[in-house]
Nanobody
Framework: QVQLVESGGGLVQAGESLTLSCKITGRGIPGRGINAMGWDRQAPGKQRELVAHISGGGRKSYADSVKGRFTVSRDNAKNTVILQMNSLKREDTAVYYC???????????????WGQGTQVTVSS
């Protein structure tokens, strides 16, 4: 089984920074192709939304609400995706989930996987 384990969440004040990390482990990792990766978030009472996405080729995209403040990156050697969050706002408070699209062990199919989530709370 494939597992995505997030770390780095916590409580910070508005204007501060936080870095989230997500490591992929499991059967066939490393070795299996890891395609797109990224981060979603879900705030209380709101729908889950895409925050940042990075393709297998390194192309990045962001939600409008975080552009210029958040940066997504990937370390392919460590099977890790990272979200650097600067100038945090109260409205960034949410549970953040990493995800990855990963090839199967035979390289003929692929599936999406998500982590269990890490809480980010921004106080004013």
């Amino acid at each position: 089984q494939v597992q995505l384990v997030e770390s780095g969440g916590g409580l910070v004040q508005a204007g501060e920074s936080l870095t989230l990390s997500c490591k992929i482990t499991g059967r066939g990792i490393p070795g299996r192709g890891i395609n797109a990766m990224g981060w979603d978030r879900q705030a209380p009472g709101k729908q889950r939304e895409l925050v940042a996405h990075i393709s297998g080729g390194g192309r990045k995209s962001y939600a409008d609400s975080v552009k210029g403040r958040f940066t997504v990156s990937r370390d392919n050697a460590k099977n890790t995706v990272i979200l650097q969050m600067n100038s945090l706002k109260r409205e960034d408070t949410a549970v953040y989930y990493c995800y990855a699209n990963i090839d199967d062990e035979y390289g003929v199919d692929y599936s999406d996987y998500w982590g269990q989530g890490t809480q980010v709370t921004v106080s004013s």
